[in-house]
């Protein structure tokens, strides 16, 4: 397979507090990347994206940091809230002969109240 | 507008039994792509589908294959089920048209057992 499938790292934290997810992307021509949460029993959601021509994308509660230097991306998620517990996962469109998205490990949140 | 739908929710097959999922995708969505989902290898890319024509595919065997109609609805079918094949298959459909920078939409998947 393709994705980086290894041990789901897990964030716990505060209900309130703020929270960061970091994921390490591996091909450098890749310029577009995506975050998605998944909530149990469903499938991935779209949270936000970036493109490559930009380092900080900000949307409702969540932000996006994109380093292409170190090929690495973070998700920002402020006052972290009980629904906000889901595993994330980032995700990049790589060009093999076609386009596809490729997923990372993904990181389990949970928000204790 | 109604999300991508996935049928059947759950199966439980037997080894050396072949499987066929269903996928319908948002109305006016054009491309469709499935992923394998296990605890070990997180989420794989199997193919995608635009208009009828497999436009993609990753790195599985040829037991697992694929098809689209022409409403843009999609099936894929594993064949000789082995344990390992035991895992939670995703849908998603994009509109297709710009695949570099298309987010995915997800069903609820369907979740295979195999005995």
């Known amino acids: 397979g393709e994705s980086v499938g290894l041990h789901l790292p897990t964030l716990s934290v505060q209900e309130g507090d703020n929270s960061i997810i970091n994921c390490a992307y591996s091909?450098?021509?890749?310029?577009?990347f995506i975050w998605y949460k998944q909530e149990s029993g469903k499938g991935p959601q779209f949270i936000i994206d970036i493109r490559s021509n930009m380092d900080k994308r900000q949307g409702q509660r969540v932000t996006v940091l994109l380093n292409k230097t170190v090929k690495h991306l973070s998700l920002q998620i402020a006052a972290t809230q009980p629904g906000d517990s889901a595993v994330y996962f980032c995700?990049?469109?790589?060009?093999?002969?076609?386009?596809?998205?490729?997923f990372g490990a993904g990181t389990r949140l949970f928000v204790k109240a | 507008k109604a999300g991508v739908t996935q049928t059947p929710r759950y199966l439980i097959k037997t080894r050396g039994q072949q499987v066929t999922l269903s996928c319908s995708p948002i109305?006016?969505?054009?491309?469709v792509s499935w992923y394998q989902q296990t605890p070990g290898q997180g989420l794989q890319f199997l193919f995608e589908y635009f208009s009828e024509t497999q436009r993609n595919k990753g790195n599985f065997p040829g037991r697992f294959s694929g098809r689209q109609f022409s409403n843009s609805r999609s099936e894929m079918n594993v064949s000789t089920l082995e344990l390992g094949d035991s895992a939670l298959y995703l849908c998603a459909s994009t509109p297709g048209g710009a695949p570099s920078n298309e987010k995915l939409f997800f069903g609820s998947g369907t979740q295979l057992s195999v005995l």
């Open positions: 995700a990049e469109i790589v060009n093999t002969g076609g386009f596809k998205t490729i």
């Open positions: 109305s006016g969505h054009r491309s």
């Open positions: 091909n450098s021509a890749s310029d577009y």
